[in-house]
């Protein structure tokens, strides 16, 4: 037997539940089920190019997260990674897509000298 046990009061199984249950919150969980309801709505080419910038982008750096725990600062420096190659408008459409995603009514304020376009 490894890892804890009830006898160290912990109850194994619902040790194992939690653990599911943030794998299926995760970023990337919660990205790629997005796209798939977004491929039902929009063009696939739209799709294609969500998920190719979310898979050079974002996925590196966030996608084992759970969506809760991720920061403002941590979305942030993937969208700046995206401008940084001249990606802007997907920069801009992607922090109102992760604002709604979080629950925000306006992207996050974005540090001095950054900005939406150019």
Do not use: Y
């Amino acid at each position: 037997m490894h890892g804890r046990s009830l006898a160290d009061g912990v109850d194994p199984s619902a040790e194992r539940q939690q653990a599911k249950r943030a794998r299926v919150h995760t970023f990337e969980a919660v990205a790629r089920e997005w796209l798939d309801k977004q491929n039902k709505r929009v063009a696939e080419s739209a799709v294609v190019w969500d998920r190719s910038r979310l898979e050079a982008f974002v996925f590196p750096t966030l996608s084992g997260k759970p969506v809760g725990k991720i920061s403002t600062a941590e979305l942030l420096a993937c969208l700046r990674k995206m401008e940084a190659k001249g990606i802007h408008e997907s920069v801009c459409e992607h922090d109102h897509c992760a604002a709604a995603s979080f629950g925000m009514r306006s992207p996050p304020a974005r540090p001095s000298g950054m900005s939406p376009q150019t």
